[in-house]
């Protein structure tokens, strides 16, 4: 018995003890080295934006006309950076880069003058508004440059005895900073698209400059940026605008929205670039960051992969493009006339709308464009406004190009029969004598409308105006885009088509008369059109009157190519009420200017049958322009092709353009198949002083 409680009084010693022991532990771990055990348990999470690449822009033939490749840029990191240094980093990083002549990030509205004052910068009012405002400094709207400079110094601790520039030069970067929501999470980029010297220059310095890192990404790669450049388009800076406009739709960047635009977003502003933005974008993807209560990084995971942007083909055929540019330089440099310095081409496929070439002169390089600013300050400067797309929104008097819709419109109206012969042309249109008698530019005699295609007589034209009236000339005119914008998913302006109301609104209440009538009969009067417009009008006259929606999208697929998210679908816009029988008159007299017309110097020994018009309209204070309006193949229309070489004067200029565009869709090898008797077609001479 006495044995048993021994061993119980044992058991309950060895438990009391066991149990003093636990106790003592627990009361060291919470009350001992409770903070400790606390700092090391606290485990914080963050992550890092990983940026989706852009897609890219494909010609038809998958030809990569804007890509990608690899850059490296300069950033200033929060997992590596020194608080007490900061600033001194900063400025010590600003002090290298302009050292060896990398530019920085530098979007402070305020500048210094020689004499080292502040002031604002006179084009950055926004800017200016944001930096007084209550989000920021919170300055009354008359603060000068100066005081906010110091506000600016005051935030951000800055050095008092720094001199002026370098005080500027650090409050840039950290305005720049806060404004673009640098933290753990988001590195600031300091520097963009670097060299790799520099890449080496920057790594040696990098121990005394905490923070301060290399980084990979990606930036825009062009190849031959000289290709489609104004339909390509181009990427820029996010602007002020555009960023308020994604913050009032909460589409910035934020934790919750990596894939939102940040204040130093790169995005689309013109062109392909920008209409198909949403497409191209990539979605940013998360890296995340574990790390401890002393900042010290745990475990980097990519949580959320970043997904690149789909890639948008275009109907640009590369070939055809080039081909067209070419031709249209070679033409204009040619200078055939001293104030020649512009045109422009458009080609379409006849039975789709698709834009297979669309090529403005003066020109650029996007290439160039996106890397050089000493060039781009050029390109601002230049006059004759090599950025500005004259295939799309120039518009140009037409000239006797116009005539095939008059005879077309004639035609249907019942104003004249095929074969019937209105007036005698012996230089002078008599109708409205003596007060009024234009000119022709040849004496023709008596012409039905074949012949007067053919020859191009503005006496015919003159008087088949006057019987067809303004109104109906009007209503044609719009039937085949003609004034009207086609459709297409760029930036385009509406041309003019002249009619009473618009001549009074543009000549300050003029009324219209007779003599207006006749001259906007052979494209003169008011009438300026577009190039896209005139190659519009010239499909619908070769396809049977169909308009399509004019289209540079082909297709949308993922960045590898395989899968297809949307194929463009050929869209009417109307289909003209007009009889095939006029549509074959007005195709065979446009057939005939090829032969043994105003084109058959150029088109007559051609491979492939050509049915076009030429056109030489006056402008007020210049040469005349050049036009060419022109399809093949005649019997199986494909492709429709609209010239306009700008103050040309007279000669072949826009026809060259037009049959090298033709040629190089025809015979992309180079031969022109003029050799074979079967293709080619007999021609006669064309009447002298007949530049039409």
């Not at 920008?274 to 949580?303: A, F, M, P, Q, W």
């Not at 034209?461 to 009007?474: A, P, S």
């Amino acid at each position: 018995m006495f044995k048993k409680q021994g061993r119980g009084v044992f058991c309950g010693v060895l438990v009391l003890i066991v149990f003093i022991v636990y106790v003592v532990r627990l009361g060291q771990w919470q009350l001992v080295q409770g903070d400790t055990y606390a700092e090391e348990a606290v485990v914080s999470s963050s992550f890092i934006k990983l940026t989706g690449a852009r897609g890219e822009i494909l010609d038809r033939d998958g030809e990569v006309l804007a890509g990608n490749r690899p850059v490296y840029n300069i950033i200033y990191s929060k997992l590596s950076w020194e608080a007490e240094s900061r600033n001194e980093t900063l400025l010590s990083a600003v002090k290298l880069l302009e050292s060896i002549d990398v530019e920085w990030v530098d979007r402070l509205p305020i500048t210094m003058t020689r004499g080292g004052d502040y002031r604002f910068s006179a084009d950055r009012t926004g800017e200016i508004a944001v930096l007084k405002g209550e989000d920021m400094l919170d300055l009354p709207e008359e603060a000068t440059a100066a005081e906010c400079m110091a506000a600016l110094i005051e935030r951000y601790g800055i050095d008092e005895t720094l001199d002026r520039a370098d005080a500027r030069r650090v409050a840039s970067v950290r305005y720049n900073m806060e404004r673009s929501y640098f933290s753990r999470t988001n590195p600031y980029v300091l520097a963009r698209d670097v060299s790799i010297e520099t890449v080496e220059i920057v790594s040696e310095r990098i121990v005394s400059m905490p923070g301060i890192e290399t980084q990979v990404g990606q930036t825009r790669d062009y190849g031959d940026g000289t290709v489609a450049p104004h339909v390509i388009g181009t990427l820029g800076a996010i602007s002020e605008e555009q960023y308020n406009t994604a913050l009032a739709e909460d589409n910035t960047y934020s934790s919750a929205n990596v894939s939102g635009y940040a204040y130093d977003d790169i995005l689309g502003q013109s062109g392909i670039e920008s209409v198909y933005e949403s497409v191209l974008r990539g979605k940013n993807g998360k890296e995340t960051i574990e790390t401890d209560s002393t900042g010290e990084v745990l475990s980097t995971t990519v949580t959320e992969p970043p997904q690149a942007g789909d890639s948008v083909w275009l109907t640009i055929d590369s070939d055809l493009q080039r081909a067209a540019g070419k031709a249209l330089q070679e033409q204009i440099e040619a200078k055939p006339t001293e104030d020649c310095t512009a045109g422009a081409a458009v080609a379409l496929d006849v039975n789709s709308g698709a834009v297979l070439a669309c090529v403005s002169y003066p020109t650029f390089d996007l290439s160039k464009y996106m890397s050089d600013d000493e060039y781009l300050t050029a390109l601002y400067a230049d006059e004759t406004q090599p950025l500005f797309n004259r295939a799309l929104d120039g518009i140009f008097t037409p000239g006797s190009i116009f005539k095939p819709l008059v005879a077309l419109a004639a035609l249907e109206e019942g104003v004249i029969t095929p074969t019937q012969k209105p007036v005698v042309c012996d230089g002078t249109y008599h109708y409205y004598a003596p007060d009024y008698e234009p000119k022709c530019l040849g004496e023709h005699g008596a012409l039905d409308v074949y012949g007067a295609l053919r020859y191009s007589c503005n006496s015919f034209f003159y008087d088949v105006g006057r019987m067809l009236t303004i109104k109906r000339m009007h209503t044609y005119a719009e039937l085949f885009a003609l004034g009207e914008k086609t459709g297409c998913e760029l930036h385009e302006t509406a041309g003019i088509m002249s009619d009473p109301v618009t001549y009074a609104e543009r000549h300050l209440g003029a009324e219209w008369f007779d003599g207006l009538t006749i001259q906007a009969a052979i494209g003169q009067c008011d009438n300026m059109f577009t190039p896209i417009e005139l190659a519009t009008y010239c499909a619908m006259i070769a396809n049977g009157g169909t308009r399509y929606k004019t289209h540079f999208m082909e297709k949308i697929t993922d960045y590898d190519r395989v899968i297809t998210r949307e194929t463009a679908e050929p869209e009417v816009v109307l289909q003209a009420e007009i009889s095939e029988e006029s549509f074959r008159v007005v195709r065979e007299g446009m057939r005939q200017v090829c032969t043994e017309g105003t084109a058959a110097s150029t088109f007559a020994d051609f491979g492939v049958a050509v049915a076009g018009k030429t056109g030489t309209a006056e402008t007020y204070e210049h040469s005349d322009n050049l036009t060419f309006i022109g399809y093949a193949p005649y019997d199986d229309p494909q492709i429709a092709v609209a010239v306009v070489v700008e103050y040309g004067g007279e000669g072949n200029a826009a026809k060259d353009v037009a049959k090298a565009i033709l040629e190089a869709y025809f015979f992309p090898e180079g031969s022109t198949g003029a050799e074979n008797p079967a293709k080619a077609a007999e021609s006669t001479p064309v009447p002298e002083n007949d530049a039409d």
